[in-house]
């Protein structure tokens, strides 16, 4: 056990699946996974485990933004020695050729947290995915017809922002999209040596200002974890 996962040891796999909301890794767990058990509850972040095609996979609400995750990822490599994290969520496009429902890949994660500031005084460290769970990804996409887009993401503080323009700047840099938590999962994989990708579907966008209503993400989110799931 651990300050916030209650689960014994053995009972989380080497692989886990992260997304944000612990009602979402509760309806993944259920939807793609057999044989499945909650080994965690504390805090209502809600972790499974099962099988999928005979392969132990678990699944960990994250919470939202870089300090929630890290917590929760910090305990799964030090705690209970995970290998694998693929983090699964959604994303707002920051491009008018990433639309709603398109799947993104992020090859490495910008940020406008200090997370990294404050490792790497007067430097910039680069967090970027793991190249064996990526290739993976990109030859099971392209091999089954399931169209994506890859590249550099935003993680980012920030839900709601002051300067609505605030976006363009990024864009313009080439930045598919934003979330808030690639960067510092990155960060921490490359620290403890172990493997990390995170896979996207577009949920909004800050060009077009369209937005899947909250029904629609979790149908959105099947290919995406079809991909996910392939690779572990």
């Excluded at 305990?75 to 639309?99: C, D, F, M, N, W």
């Excluded at 089954?144 to 002051?162: C, E, M, Q, R, W």
Aim: aromatic residues 10%; contains cysteine; negative net charge.
């Amino acid at each position: 056990m651990s300050l916030h996962l209650e689960a014994k040891p053995g009972e989380i796999a080497p692989t886990v699946l992260l997304p944000g909301d612990p009602l979402r890794a509760q309806w993944i767990a259920e939807t793609f996974l057999e044989d499945v058990f909650c080994y965690n509850k504390v805090r209502g972040m809600l972790g499974y485990t099962g099988q999928y095609k005979g392969k132990p996979v678990s699944v960990q609400g994250g919470g939202m933004g870089i300090p929630s995750n890290l917590i929760y990822c910090h305990e799964l490599i030090t705690a209970y020695g995970v290998k694998r994290i693929l983090r699964v969520g959604t994303a707002g496009s920051y491009q008018p050729h990433v639309q709603l429902q398109d799947i993104v890949l992020a090859m490495s994660a910008s940020t406008d947290s200090n997370i990294n500031a404050n490792r790497f005084p007067n430097a910039t460290f680069a967090p970027t995915a793991s190249f064996e769970l990526f290739e993976k990804a990109i030859r099971y996409a392209k091999d089954h017809d399931i169209p994506f887009k890859a590249g550099n993401i935003l993680s980012t503080d920030v839900f709601y922002d002051d300067h609505p323009k605030y976006y363009q700047q990024w864009a313009a840099y080439g930045v598919l999209c934003a979330e808030m938590e690639t960067a510092g999962i990155y960060t921490l994989a490359a620290k403890y040596g172990i493997e990390a990708l995170t896979l996207l579907t577009i949920s909004d966008s800050l060009v077009t200002k369209e937005a899947l209503p909250q029904k629609e993400r979790e149908a959105s989110l099947r290919e995406m974890m079809e991909i996910a799931l392939a690779i572990v």
